[in-house]
């Protein structure tokens, strides 16, 4: 599945400063895998040592947050867009 | 929505020839850094001549520690993305601050400035210092002895807490040399940044969502920012905003100015013991709605203790939700230290954040502290409403008709003690959200100009109320 993820300034970094890259995946945990394979180091950043999501990151996927889909087992398909956002505070 | 097409596409960002964090400031923090730094910015030179009126350092991770210069930035990139938090220095903050020192500065936020993250002029638009009434008819029916209502909502110049929090953000804002400001709001902190970037003359868009109350759109429009109403709630609103905020490169005050904004809400800590008589209250009861509120009032306390103007004491945190978005009551019911997201649907649009970034921070300090954060009812929220009204003559926004109500419930739960010198914190102004008690609030006797119909409608007027106080009994 030809997904496109949508990376915060503080990860670009480590994908030559592209704000959206375009990968393979059938869920979200695999998308998080490619993103190690083309981006080696993001994963560490992206998860704890567990493999979990770190708490203050928000993934969503077409603008639904994961916790009210399938978390990161939620399903991936062709033309997903999965944007990844640090959270914020506000009101 | 208008939208000024030619303002957002002619005007740049940022000033040109700036990087991303473009005052080379401070470097990074290190706690064995700091007396080097205090020595280096005491010098005199036409750069830390600025900076030795600035009692901050730098940035902090939140959750790792990870130290960070002094720029627009506000997680934790480098490690664990753990919000970023401001460092300061106070050894530099005891020596120059003294009781007599706070009263004899401006009656606005900046009698603080020593405890905000700013280095130079603050932009002051007489935010702050607002009334703190003791309650006294309010604590009879509710059957305490000492209540305080910290009414923020004759704040300026906005009528709500949010006054604080922009004035601090935008007076970093430009001093990050940001030249447009933006925000994701639900309403008060779009009122607020539209008019205190008008007062700065700044360039500025916000992001609300499209459902927002009328009072809060007039209250952004009349200052001429461009103005993005998002088909979605306010936590769409924000996605998109992270986002605009990574490619645009404006100043977004609850993003990437956060850790800055975050701590003006600490004065709403300073001014109660300041009013107080330089003590703290026993009890606090706050809304919650990304909980950045609630930790910051816990911080403005301990900042006060640790510098030695306020007698340490232990006080006790209480937070309100509304029922319709209350993830923060519902995962400290559960003893649960993080927090489910949930979709809001609630009259209290203003606190109706589904994710909560300081969610988890909030529960801890209500946990330590022995506090409680509970959730009301639509309902309850505008019973709350009127009963702030007409026992005080405060008239209040929906949130602060939850945290009325809540403040209500936590007493008939025995869960605020009676002797306990309590405060609570009313955050927003009642007039801009009249839809929400349009119904609930009876309506005027309509009489002809002439003394037998004013007689005749005065009898029914009484009669009404006589059945009014009978329900109550």
Known sequence: MAVQVLIPTPLQKFTNDEASVDLEAASVDELLQAMEGRFPGILSRLCDESGKLRRFLNVYVNSEDIRFLNHQATALADGDEVSIVPAVAGG | MRLDSWRTGSSPGRRQGLNQYPIPRLGYFHSHHLSLLASTYRCASSVTAILSRS???????????????????????????????????????RSRVSRATIEAGPTSIWRYREFLPIEGDPIDVGTGFTPLLRANRLARRLGLKELYIKNDGVNMPTLSFKDRVVSVAL???????????????????????????A?????????????????????????????????????????????VANTYGWGFVNINLRP????????LGYEVIEQLGWRLPDHIVAPLASGSLFTKIRKGFDEFI?????????VRF??????????????????????????????????AIGNPADGPYAIDIANRTGGNIAAVSDAEIIEGIKLLAETEGVFTETAGGTTIAVLKKLVEQGK????????????????????AIASSIGEPFVIEAQLA??????????????????TVG
């Open chain 2, 416 to 435: 605020i003690d009676p002797s306990e010198s309590t405060v609570a914190y009313i955050t927003g102004n009642g007039l801009k959200t009249t839809e």
């Open chain 2, 171 to 197: 007076t970093r804002a430009r001093e990050l040399g940001f030249t447009t400001v933006s925000c994701a709001s639900t309403g008060n902190l779009a009122n607020s940044t539209a008019a205190i970037a």
């Open chain 2, 306 to 314: 640790k510098v030695g103007l306020v007698e340490e004491k232990a």
């Open chain 2, 453 to 470: 119909s004013f007689n005749s409608a005065w009898e029914r007027a009484q009669s009404l109320q006589r059945a009014t106080w009978e």
């Open chain 2, 260 to 267: 800055y904004y975050s701590e003006g809400s600490k004065t």
């Open chain 2, 55 to 93: 009692t901050f350092i730098g940035l902090r991770c939140k959750e790792c520690g990870h130290p960070y210069e002094a720029g627009a930035r506000h997680v934790c990139e480098d490690v664990c993305f753990g919000p970023l938090e401001v460092v300061y220095d106070y050894d530099a903050i």
């Open chain 2, 318 to 351: 209480s937070g309100a939700q509304a029922e319709g978005c209350s993830p923060i009551a519902q995962a400290f019911a559960e003893g649960r230290d993080f927090i489910t997201p949930v979709k809001p649907h609630t009259i209290a649009k203003s606190i």
């Open chain 2, 199 to 243: 007062h700065a003359g700044l360039e500025c868009c916000v992001f609300i969502p499209s459902d927002l109350e009328l009072g809060k759109v007039l209250g952004t429009l009349v200052y001429n920012p461009t103005l993005m109403a998002v088909k979605g709630n306010y936590d769409q609103v924000n996605r998109l905003c992270s986002e």
